[in-house]
Structure formats: C-alpha cells, structure tokens
T-cell receptor, first 113, second 114 residues
C-alpha cells in the first residue's frame, strides 16, 4: 500500500527544474507532499484532492491524475532552500469513512550553487 | 514549530526493555498518527487514533501498542525491544480524519536500542 516515488535522488544546480513522481496501486482520495530537511520533522507542502482542488505552497506546484493514481511535484527555478527529502503521502480508505495516510520512501533532492 | 510536542527527544535503551514515547497534538487536533522512520524505509505508518479511538493500523508490530487518552495526548509503547527497532519515531496530528486534512509533525523521538 506504500506509494512508490521516483527518482530516489536528484541533484540540481540552483535555478534548474525537477519533477518528482508518486504512484499508487490503490485508488486514491488525496495526495500529500511533505519536505523533510536533515534532522528535522517533515513539513507540509501541498495536498491535492480528488476533483482537482489543491491546497498549499505558492512556489511549488503539483498534479494529481486520479485515473492513473499518480501525482507529480514540480519544482521550478529551484533554490538552495529546496534541498531535502520529499515524501509523497497517499490517502486511501481504511474502513468506513476513515482515511489512512501512507508515505513513500522519499526522494532526496540536493540543490547546489 | 508545528505545535506537536514529542517527548523524549532521545532515548537509549537496551534490548529486551520497554519504553514509552509521548505525543501531545496541536491544540484542537483530534487525530494522532504514529510513524517509524529508519534509514532506508521512509516514513512507515504505524497507527492512527481519532478522539481516543483506534482508526487505522499499519505495519505495527505486536510488541508495539498505542493509545490516545481523553486529553488527546497519545503514547506509543514499545516492548521487548530489538536492535532493529532503533529509529526515529514521529507523531503527527490533524484536525480530523477526513480526506485532505493537513498533518503536522512533531520533532520526533530518536530511539537507540543497544
């Protein structure tokens, strides 16, 4: 049930773009994106809901293809502060109306000057 | 500061022992999640509580148990500890359990089993 993220790692120069993908074998109700810097807690970036609604970050965008059960996170004109591990979290139904939030293994993004 | 408090921050204990990790959710949040993070496994979902009731279970070992108390704080109990239980344990909270609800993470408890 754990979503699959790709790539596992990516190295960029400041100003370059990156795409991180997330896919699931289960029908999804929403996709969450979090960023974790080394030694810190994961921090919320964005939620994409079934039906197209998005909530979150100003400079980072994402897409959610419900039919393909996939999401992609787009990081444009990357900044040094974007470095960290990005986690995709997927919500699937877990009994009745409860939704379980399960994360992928993460994508390590390194932005160099 | 996410508003989620986890204690202790670090814990070192011997194999076979039992420990309790504590989590205080953000004010107003009714749902608490526990995750285990080891080097190559990402964030492994363990268990979720909502307003005192267990709502979802993930890859939680039988040696582990959790509960959420009336004041909404939660405890994760790990017993018969093994070396492989060494990891960072995160607690997260959210307002409710409906889809599309943002989760806020605590700073984690780093458990080292020696």
């Amino acid at each position: 049930q754990q979503p699959v993220q790709s790539p596992q790692a990516v190295i960029l120069r400041e100003g370059e773009d990156a795409v991180i993908n997330c896919s699931s074998s289960k029908a999804l109700y929403s996709v969450h994106w979090y960023r974790q810097k080394h030694g810190e807690a994961p921090v919320f970036l964005m939620i994409l809901l079934k039906g197209g609604e998005q909530k979150g970050h100003e400079k980072i965008s994402a897409s959610f293809n419900e039919k393909k059960q996939q999401s992609s996170l787009y990081l444009t004109a990357s900044q040094l502060s974007y470095s960290g591990t990005y986690f995709c979290g997927t919500e699937i139904v877990s009994g009745g109306s409860n939704y379980k939030l399960t994360f992928g293994k993460g994508t390590l993004l390194t932005v160099n000057p | 500061d996410s508003g989620v408090t986890q204690t202790p921050k670090h814990l070192i204990t011997a194999t076979g022992q039992r420990v309790t990790l504590r989590c205080s959710p953000r004010s107003g949040d009714l749902s608490v999640y526990w995750y285990q993070q080891s080097l190559d496994q990402g964030l492994q979902f363990l268990i979720q509580y909502y307003n005192g009731e267990e709502r979802a279970k993930g890859n939680i070992l039988e040696r582990f148990s959790a509960q959420q108390f009336p004041d909404l704080h939660s405890e994760l109990n790990l017993s018969s500890l093994e070396l492989g239980d060494s990891a960072l344990y995160f607690c997260a909270s959210s307002v409710d359990v409906s889809t599309g609800t943002e989760a806020f993470f605590g700073q984690g408890t780093r458990l080292t089993v020696v």
